[in-house]
């Protein structure tokens, strides 16, 4: 699922994962990269409009706590630390 951020932004969630845009390509599709590629996780997946045609490599990590304004109260709250990309 592609959702937009109200700042414009683009970004793709699949099941408990997320992709950042990273660019079209020279045919139109796009490709998304693991949001959590900073900790070398190489997965990337081309989109053709909604469809997704592939998905390369696995991941190396479970899927990230991303931060809202919910969790970062309870985890302050809890006095823990919060991953996120």
């Known amino acids: 699922m592609i959702i937009?951020?109200?700042?414009?932004?683009?970004?793709?969630?699949i099941g408990d994962y997320r992709f950042s845009y990273h660019k079209t390509l020279r045919d139109g599709r796009v490709r998304w990269k693991c949001s959590s590629?900073?900790?070398s996780c190489k997965v990337y997946v081309i989109t053709d409009g909604d469809d997704?045609?592939?998905?390369?490599?696995?991941?190396?990590?479970?899927?990230?706590?991303?931060?809202?304004?919910?969790?970062?109260?309870?985890?302050?709250?809890?006095n823990k630390k919060i991953f996120s990309e």
């Open 4 to 13: 937009e951020k109200p700042n414009g932004k683009r970004y793709l969630k």
């Open 37 to 39: 590629s900073r900790q």
């Open 52 to 78: 997704i045609v592939s998905m390369v490599h696995e991941h190396t990590h479970s899927p990230a706590v991303h931060r809202t304004k919910k969790n970062v109260k309870q985890a302050t709250k809890n």
